[in-house]
């Protein structure tokens, strides 16, 4: 029966405030355009040149859904964080057993000289497997290489563990980049779109006030305008 070698405890740990994936002003934003929209529907007599009720209409909808998608996405991410943290975790204290497998084989003299061919390297004062994602990726499939040739394959910590491990891995990680990648891309189409909105505001609050020389502040509230500028 394999003897296990002895585990140095890692250490782990971490605290941060959750930030909010879509800011409050946006959504303000957003449900602000969306009772203007429907004022101005009601309001034929307004119009901008540069700009239909239809066309603001569409786009203070496009405007909300993507705030909807980017809440919902933004709302998934921290999960697949914590998932990695947790992976990083055991990632980190399994490395001692592939050390005292070394030891067991070689002597606590000889085995850092091993270290490499399973992706663990010098960081700080101890060994382990790069924190980076990118390169942590690339050093687990090295210590799958590594336990192969050092006939490790069949050990508690062996073939079966870390392949385990490494599949899970690459699984959150690329989880990771897709969300990264989705919300970042809404994040442009958001601005864009916010952009024309306070616009098209920013317009009728100045049609409105043309029109309404001494109760523009009344109509602009009626309109849900809370301010006279965006």
């Given at each position: 029966?394999?003897?296990?070698?002895?585990?140095?405890?890692?250490?782990?740990?971490?605290?941060?405030?959750?930030?909010?994936?879509?800011?409050?002003?946006?959504?303000?934003?957003?449900?602000?355009?969306?009772?203007?929209?429907?004022?101005?529907?009601?309001?034929?007599?307004?119009?901008?040149?540069?700009?239909?009720?239809?066309?603001?209409?569409?786009?203070?909808?496009?405007?909300?859904?993507?705030?909807?998608?980017?809440?919902?996405?933004?709302?998934?991410?921290?999960?697949?964080?914590?998932?990695?943290?947790?992976?990083?975790?055991?990632?980190?204290?399994?490395?001692?057993?592939?050390?005292?497998?070394?030891?067991?084989?070689?002597?606590?003299?000889?085995?850092?000289a091993y270290y490499?061919?399973?992706?663990?390297?010098?960081?700080?004062?101890?060994?382990?497997?790069?924190?980076?994602?990118?390169?942590?990726?690339?050093?687990?499939?090295q210590m799958l290489?590594?336990?192969?040739?050092?006939?490790?394959?069949?050990?508690?910590?062996?073939?079966?563990?870390?392949?385990?491990?490494?599949?899970?891995?690459?699984?959150?990680?690329?989880?990771?980049?897709?969300?990264?990648?989705?919300?970042?891309?809404?994040?442009?189409?958001?601005?864009?779109?916010?952009?024309?909105?306070?616009?098209?505001?920013?317009?009728?609050?100045?049609?409105?006030?043309?029109?309404?020389?001494?109760?523009?502040?009344?109509?602009?509230?009626?309109?849900?305008?809370?301010?006279?500028?965006?």
């Amino acid at each position: 029966m394999e003897q296990e070698p002895t585990k140095v405890p890692g250490t782990t740990g971490h605290t941060g405030k959750k930030k909010q994936t879509v800011p409050r002003a946006d959504i303000d934003l957003g449900s602000l355009c969306h009772l203007v929209g429907q004022n101005w529907t009601k309001s034929k007599w307004l119009t901008l040149q540069w700009m239909a009720v239809d066309e603001f209409v569409h786009s203070v909808a496009v405007y909300n859904a993507l705030l909807t998608d980017k809440t919902v996405q933004g709302s998934t991410r921290p999960q697949i964080t914590r998932y990695l943290r947790q992976l990083d975790k055991k990632i980190d204290n399994s490395i001692e057993y592939i050390k005292g497998y070394l030891v067991d084989k070689y002597s606590k003299t000889e085995a850092p000289a091993y270290y490499e061919a399973f992706g663990i390297i010098r960081e700080g004062k101890g060994f382990t497997i790069p924190k980076h994602r990118n390169t942590r990726q690339e050093s687990l499939a090295q210590m799958l290489k590594g336990i192969a040739q050092e006939g490790f394959t069949k050990n508690t910590y062996g073939q079966v563990f870390w392949a385990d491990l490494k599949s899970k891995f690459d699984g959150y990680v690329a989880q990771a980049k897709q969300m990264d990648s989705g919300v970042s891309e809404k994040t442009g189409n958001k601005n864009v779109l916010k952009n024309v909105l306070r616009r098209g505001l920013n317009g009728l609050v100045l049609i409105i006030k043309g029109n309404h020389p001494d109760t523009w502040k009344t109509e602009l509230r009626n309109w849900g305008f809370q301010k006279e500028k965006y």
